[in-house]
């Protein structure tokens, strides 16, 4: 029997409740086709696209929008000459590509938060796994120091941070993604007696404005920002290795982007 | 006769029309107060507060809200030690905290983006003001330039950049606060031909993800994300300079506050 995208897509989402609502689809893609290879990475980027065809693989699996947004993109984007080249760079290239987004989230525990828990080797640190946060009790270290750790097993060149970089932190609450706004992540602090959270991105003037206040009034509090992608690659790279593991005659590869912001 | 909170705000709010709904507020303070001294600041944060109270300032002007919220903050906040401590100290101090954000952004130009465009010295390159973004014809310079003349300019440690640094760059769009997502700042660069935006943040899977597909297509694009306090302080600055010209016997200070990111 050929193993198809819809066969892909089955085993990715089976066992979990059917979503109302979701970005999640095969667009482009037709699911009676054979696999060939599959990439599994954070956003189907035009670099990404260009390796997937390097590597002879003819699904990408992506976390976030093709198109620079998480709901479907606007008309007027198609009239934008960006959009228009990697647009026809996937319909020459007769790749189907899968956003795989609101059901990876809800896995149990959410598959982006367990592959980055994995990527730290933090696993037997986790007291508690919920919806949008895990928390975990880690071996004292300063903020500063876990700052340094991220940076070392993420392989990614910068992180920023807030409040007390000095900070002697045990309990932790990870946020991926977006997570890492007021309404989240703020409540946990005190609720969770949280030490420090780290999280993807969230609106500026939120948690690191709560935190330096913080800081400023003498608590031990830290925030530490890996960047939205630099949270949930980690994720797509260990689904790369489950799929790797159940489908041992497809090659799978995981294809990790440059971050696209660097700092001056 | 003596100046009260209320003829300031008439003052900052007069010739705007009125807004049905607004964030805008005088919360806490009383408009028959007299005013003894004003501090302007992108937020009132525990460290703004405690310098206007050492300044002899009884007004604080924010542009963004006091606890970490652009709407008033969620009731659960009010058991945050944080919030707690913070709430006591504008208590006890008698300040009067007035929001500024809606009408100051409803200025022709926006107050704000004129505040960053004069900090910049780039007043007499504007084409084009509209009520989201200024458009700018600057004499040409590399995007990489163009970063360290924004640190230098605007006395900030860094910026997050995007795209491709070698860009020469001459039509630029300047886009302060939150408006750096991908339905405001996309459109701009094919319709405008925008070498080059400069905001002051965004969701990271939207704009940047762009500017990186466009610099991987060869294009030469780039962003520059100053950060959300880093855009929009100089407006806040900037009305400082007009109060004290407006009210000359009032002592008017710019509190300018330190990032509330560092980068590591």
């Not at 925030?223 to 489908?247: N, V």
Request: negative net charge; proline residues 6%; glycine residues 8%.
């Amino acid at each position: 029997m050929t193993l198809t995208f819809g066969h892909i897509i089955d085993h990715l989402t089976k066992g979990i409740t059917r979503l109302e609502q979701t970005v999640d689809k095969l667009e482009p893609g037709d699911p009676e086709t054979g696999v060939q290879g599959i990439v599994t990475a954070f956003s189907a980027s035009q670099s990404v696209i260009e390796q997937a065809i390097a590597l002879g693989a003819n699904l990408i699996i992506t976390h976030e929008g093709v198109f620079y947004s998480h709901q479907p993109h606007a008309d007027e984007l198609e009239q934008d000459p960006v959009y228009q080249q990697k647009a026809e760079l996937i319909a020459c290239s007769n790749l189907g590509i899968y956003r795989f987004h609101d059901y990876l989230h809800r896995y149990t525990p959410d598959g982006i938060v367990e592959g980055l828990i994995r990527e730290l080797g933090w696993q037997t640190y986790v007291t508690e796994h919920r919806p949008s946060v895990s928390i975990l009790t880690i071996p004292v270290m300063k903020a500063e120091e876990i700052a340094e750790y991220l940076k070392k097993q993420l392989q990614i060149p910068y992180v920023r941070v807030a409040g007390n970089l000095t900070a002697s932190c045990v309990k932790v609450g990870i946020l991926v993604g977006y997570r890492g706004g007021g309404s989240s992540a703020i409540p946990l602090f005190d609720q969770e007696s949280l030490d420090l959270i780290i999280a993807g991105e969230g609106p500026e003037w939120e948690t690191p404005e709560y935190i330096r206040d913080a800081a400023r009034q003498g608590r031990d509090k830290a925030l530490i920002m890996l960047g939205h992608a630099e949270s949930e690659a980690p994720g797509m790279k260990y689904l790369a290795e489950q799929l790797s593991a159940e489908f041992p005659d497809v090659p799978v590869h995981f294809v990790k982007d440059q971050p696209a912001f660097r700092v001056m």
